[in-house]
């Protein structure tokens, strides 16, 4: 495999991306000084002679500049309009090969599109070299229930979210919880989509104008997504919608004892990787955690410290601790 490539140098990719950045919104420019500020570290003298040389300030001669850039009121512009294409390595195709094999790429790349990837990076591609399989880019294990099947429908109901998202347009969905309610035809505003690592699963943070508070839906359990019109005042919205959010922000945080054995820590931050946590070591191999959650993320906090298992203890606030003593002793009953 290949070690160095000239290309993944890193003030090439400052520059591909400087350059890049600044065809398309001149207001990104920097000024000369902000320009080796952020190309400085090293005191080498030939790295001097590169920052000077890329500034057009080198005065030995003027073959030693590089031409790139030319000042224009304290801003430094690409000196041509073009864009710089993104160079790749093959490690790097072969990777994103895969990805696309990945059932996941349907959600966000269109068949056509996809195939055509597929196709061009499989002629830089030989397996024998680069035999890269779903289990080296996912390593997580994920038990059957967690795992998501990206099926026709799911693709559908995805994208027009996406869109309603991006139009910024009222939706009404099917929604099936998990309680066994079905909410038919419920008029919403989407917020945003949002992935698990942990359980391999999206969901969509929105407004349902019936409820008038911010709920989260499990994309699994949605069955029917309709666009509608436009929202007005979508900009006072969103800034209304984060207050409220915001406002169900529990004040304490959940307080873990974690025993770390058993690789019990390392499973812990696994599955509050999604949450505001702080950590500190309380001695004798044993951790505190601190995790910070809204309101409506209770139940999924107790089902992650059930799954954790004796090696946790639950410390504080009340409410969780006195849930996940009910939701141990009713499983105990049941299995009696």
């Given amino acids: ?199 391999d699963s999206f969901s969509l943070s929105c407004y349902p104008l019936d409820v008038k508070r911010p709920v989260k839906m499990n994309l699994k359990n949605i069955s029917e997504v309709i666009v509608e019109e436009s929202i007005g005042n979508y900009n006072d919205f969103i800034r209304k919608f984060e207050d409220q959010l915001e406002q169900t922000k529990e004040k304490d945080p959940v307080k873990i004892e974690i025993i770390n054995k058993a690789e019990a820590y390392d499973r812990c931050a696994y599955l509050f990787s999604s949450y505001n946590t702080f950590c500190y070591d309380l001695g004798d191999e044993k951790l505190q955690m601190n995790i910070y959650y809204y309101r409506f993320q209770q139940e999924e906090i107790v089902q992650n410290i059930l799954f954790l298992g004796h090696y946790v203890k639950v410390l504080s606030p009340k409410n969780i601790v006195d849930d996940v003593i009910s939701t141990i002793k009713a499983s105990y009953e049941n299995y009696e």
């Fill in 1 to 199: 495999m290949e070690l160095f490539n000239k290309y993944k140098n890193k003030n090439f990719a400052f520059l591909t991306n400087y350059i890049n950045s600044c065809i398309n919104d001149e207001s990104l420019a920097l000024t000369p000084e902000q320009l080796q500020s952020l190309l400085s570290g090293s005191s080498q003298s030939t790295f001097e002679e590169f920052i000077l040389a890329l500034s057009n300030q080198n005065t030995n001669a003027d073959e030693y500049n590089a031409s790139l850039l030319y000042e224009c009121e304290g801003a430094m512009l690409p000196l041509r309009q073009v864009q710089v294409p993104i160079r790749t390595t093959i490690a790097e195709k072969a990777w994103l090969f895969y990805i696309l094999h990945n059932s996941k790429a349907d959600l966000f790349l269109d068949f056509e599109l996809k195939n055509t990837l597929i196709n061009s990076l499989e002629k830089d591609i030989c397996s024998r070299t680069y035999p890269i399989q779903s289990q080296y880019i996912d390593i997580r294990d994920l038990s059957p229930e967690n795992h998501m099947s990206i099926t026709t429908e799911l693709i559908v109901i995805f994208k027009a979210i996406v869109n309603a998202i991006r139009l910024h347009k009222y939706i009404r969905v099917t929604n099936n919880t998990f309680s066994g309610h079905t909410y038919y035809q419920q008029k919403i505003i989407p917020y945003k989509l949002e992935y698990s690592s942990q359980y």
